[in-house]
């Protein structure tokens, strides 16, 4: 069964429509990739997708067992955190927010849990460092490792690779491509198509409507990747 | 100096105002760590101008100060977190909009109820003689609740102040939490403010917070070095204004700039000592 399932959703940005038409759904262990230029309404539906985002019409189904507070999200930086005082570890900590109901400290299941997750992610020897000394490369590994915590199932990570510079986005698609093999649905939004498209099993396009939804193979073959990529393939 | 505690702590107005402003110090720097981090600092200085003008309303219309005070500083509190939230106000212009005009109605019912200044004086700058049997109860009740809360919702408080948009997705409810910090810091604020001074009652949420971020560098440590830091300067502040005939608000807020001074130079002496052996490596 699916782990979410859109049909005919169609969303709106301070009431001014950016989106419709939307049918697409995410299978367990598949890799979806969202494209599309700025403004063609990828941020507004990760926001649907965490509901966080009234939906104007059409329905969003979360199947398999997902509950809606159980995506481990990464937004996109904002750089409000930059000198924000909190140690890794409290950080990745705050992902398990979503199973400690209301007691006020993280239980052993939950400490256990934050432990694996910064050893999986090579950060075990700096939980104890300040997120605001660390490079860009590292908090986004921190934010990633916190999502992990608040997810067993599905990542959904908003232009994971921003502001990073290329020998460290391809460290981050690396570790995005390892959880994938390790199981985990990933859905990433990302106008920089090239290097996902090797990792990617499914392409959602978008230009206020959906252009194209289906599998890689048949993306690069489809027009709409023609006009997209058109440019890149030739260059 | 012994017997200047022991002969200054015989009267008992300066016992309460220690009571008092030892316990509002505690909550303004508990929740001053999250104003400051989320960028509310100017609420709790808007909240006070606020206060301001509804204390002098209240005194010109012969009514209980904080029977008016508090419902309306609250109100006001839940005004400002919705104007900063929102994106098309100007939410800083908005804030200032308010305090001054609240400001200047506390002012013009204060010339025409009494026409004295020493009021107004004293309600800008504080006096340590305004602390009546009745405060030092509240302030008790309300440090419980402030730390009762605090300690039980610790977790959410900094998942809420280091990430909203995290913190919603993974199903906190993050109004209902910024509604609780605007609640408490308004009575904070309410309940300290004819001591310190309704100008300078912000100091006590902006101080010790942004003082023990210049050092610590875990959320842990400056929740509680803003703490034990802020009780520390209202004691000193305290003390130098018995010492000197000085304000106490004044004296505080003194201790505070000292306090920051300090915790500022250490750590550019720990960012040279730290620099210094990758040098000569």
């Not at chain 1, 104890?128 to 490079?135: E, G, H, I, M």
């Not at chain 1, 990933?186 to 090797?198: G, K, N, T, Y």
Request: aromatic share 8%.
């Amino acid at each position: 069964m699916a782990l979410i399932t859109c049909e005919n959703v169609s969303l709106s940005y301070e009431s001014v429509p950016v989106l419709s038409g939307l049918s697409f759904c995410v299978n367990p262990g598949d890799y979806l990739c969202i494209v599309g230029e700025n403004g063609s309404g990828k941020s507004t539906l990760v926001k649907a997708l965490l509901s966080l985002k009234h939906i104007a019409g059409g329905s969003i189904r979360f199947g398999d067992g997902l509950r809606k507070n159980e995506i481990g999200y990464l937004p996109q930086q904002t750089g409000a955190q930059q000198d924000f005082p909190a140690s890794v570890q409290e950080v990745v900590q705050s992902g398990c927010i979503n199973q400690i109901g209301l007691r006020p400290f993280y239980p052993a299941a939950q400490r256990l849990r934050v432990q694996q997750n910064l050893k999986r992610l090579g950060l075990w020897d700096l939980r104890k460092r300040s997120f605001r000394q660390l490079s860009g490369g590292q908090q986004q590994r921190v934010l990633l490792a916190r999502a992990l915590c608040a997810t067993s199932k599905l990542l959904l990570l908003d232009e994971p690779a921003a502001g990073l510079d290329p020998k460290i986005t391809q460290e981050m698609y690396a570790f995005v491509r390892g959880l994938n093999q390790e199981g985990i649905t990933i859905i990433m939004v990302s106008h920089d198509i090239q290097s996902v498209l090797a990792d990617a099993s499914h392409i959602l396009h978008l230009q206020h409507r959906p252009l194209f939804f289906g599998k890689t193979e048949e993306y690069v073959k489809s027009d709409a990747a023609k006009r997209f990529l058109g440019g890149a393939f030739h260059a | 100096m012994l017997n200047v505690l022991i002969q200054m702590f015989s009267y008992p107005f300066l016992l309460r105002a220690m009571i008092v402003g030892v316990l509002v110090s505690l909550c303004a720097s508990l929740l001053g760590v999250s104003l400051v981090l989320k960028r509310y600092s100017m609420i709790g200085d808007g909240l006070s101008h606020v206060g301001f003008g509804a204390l002098a309303v209240a005194t010109a219309v012969h009514a209980a100060p904080l029977a008016v005070a508090i419902p309306v500083v609250v109100a006001a509190a839940f005004l400002l977190l919705r104007l900063s939230e929102s994106s098309k106000v100007k939410g800083d212009a908005a804030i200032a909009l308010i305090s001054t005009g609240a400001l200047a109605i506390g002012v013009m019912a204060i010339s025409f109820s009494t026409g004295a200044n020493m009021d107004v004086y004293n309600y800008m700058f504080g006096s340590i003689l305004a602390m009546s049997q009745g405060d030092v109860r509240l302030s008790i009740a309300l440090s419980a609740v402030v730390l009762v809360l605090y300690m039980l919702f610790y977790p959410k408080i900094f998942a809420v102040t280091f990430d909203e948009t995290f913190s919603l997705a993974t199903g906190v409810r993050v109004g209902w939490y910024n509604v609780l910090i605007a609640l408490l810091t308004a009575l904070t604020i309410v309940l300290g403010m004819r001591l310190m001074g309704s100008l300078l009652i912000s100091s006590l949420v902006i101080f010790p917070a942004l003082t023990s971020m210049r050092v610590f560098q875990s959320f842990r440590c400056v929740v509680i070095s803003s703490a034990c830091l802020s009780i520390v300067c209202f004691l000193i502040g305290l003390l130098l204004s018995y010492a000197w005939s000085t304000p106490a608000g004044a004296s505080v807020v003194c201790a505070n700039i000292a306090a920051y001074l300090l915790f500022w130079a250490f750590s550019l002496v720990r960012q040279r000592l730290r620099r210094k052996p990758m040098e000569n490596a």
